[in-house]
T-cell receptor
Framework: QKEVEQNSGPLSVPEGAIASLNCTYS??????FFWYRQYSGKSPELIMS????GDKEDGRFTAQLNKASQYVSLLIRDSQPSDSATYLC?????????????FGKGTKLSVIP | KAGVTQTPRYLIKTRGQQVTLSCSPI?????VSWYQQTPGQGLQFLFE???????NKGNFPGRFSGRQFSNSRSEMNVSTLELGDSALYLC???????????FGQGTRLTVV
């Protein structure tokens, strides 16, 4: 069974600090990894995708991937109160021509002003 | 470019009824996936359609079904509604050869 694990939180960080969100996955075949942000009552919004080992930076966000350890992380620098949301890690399983995202249950982030 | 559009946004149904939800993907996207989100289970995969064919199905009972039309619009149907079907139903579309998927605003279904 393909699984994606995240700490549920809540994770509280002060404004301006770095928030670190972690995710592990079970299927070594996976090649594509995503972070979605979901505000309360809203739908998930794609904020980062990563496909290769190493770091990928986009503004204040950095995604990190380590396929050997089956580990994905998201760093948010200079955290703002508007970053307060639930962050969902998703892993793409695309075997046999199918497209299926498996999600972790999300980490709730609170940025304290 | 218009995003993924889901209708209706909110629904209240009575146990035993059936319901149909609609999803219009981003223009040019041929893959549409459906997910159920509940507080306890998180986001769970229902099924995925590509060019009118169901390519994959999650672990949901046969009461949950779907289809995709030639214009890539998709519908999902839930028959004989149960209280436990109350959830946010999300669809996501993606383009052939591109991994990113984009979600619609969801349909909030309440079964009473």
């Amino acid at each position: 069974q393909k699984e994606v694990e995240q700490n549920s939180g809540p994770l509280s960080v002060p404004e301006g600090a770095i928030a670190s969100l972690n995710c592990t996955y079970s299927d070594r075949v996976s090649q594509s990894f995503f972070w979605y942000r979901q505000y309360s009552g809203k739908s998930p919004e794609l904020i980062m995708s990563i496909y290769s080992n190493g770091d990928k930076e986009d503004g204040r966000f950095t995604a990190q991937l380590n396929k050997a350890s089956q580990y994905v992380s998201l760093l948010i620098r200079d955290s703002q109160p508007s970053d307060s949301a639930t962050y969902l890690c998703a892993v793409l399983y695309s075997g046999a021509g199918s497209y299926q995202l498996t999600f972790g249950k999300g980490t709730k982030l609170s940025v304290i002003p | 470019k218009a995003g993924v559009t889901q209708t209706p946004r909110y629904l209240i149904k009575t146990r035993g009824q059936q319901v149909t939800l609609s999803c219009s993907p981003i223009s040019g996207h041929r893959s549409v996936s459906w997910y159920q989100q509940t507080p306890g289970q998180g986001l769970q995969f229902l099924f995925e359609y590509f060019s009118e064919t169901q390519r994959n199905k999650g672990n949901f009972p046969g009461r949950f079904s779907g289809r995709q039309f030639s214009n890539s619009r998709s519908e999902m149907n839930v028959s004989t509604l149960e209280l436990g079907d109350s959830a946010l139903y999300l669809c996501a579309s993606s383009s052939q050869g591109v991994a990113e998927a984009f979600f619609g605003q969801g349909t909030r279904l309440t079964v009473v």
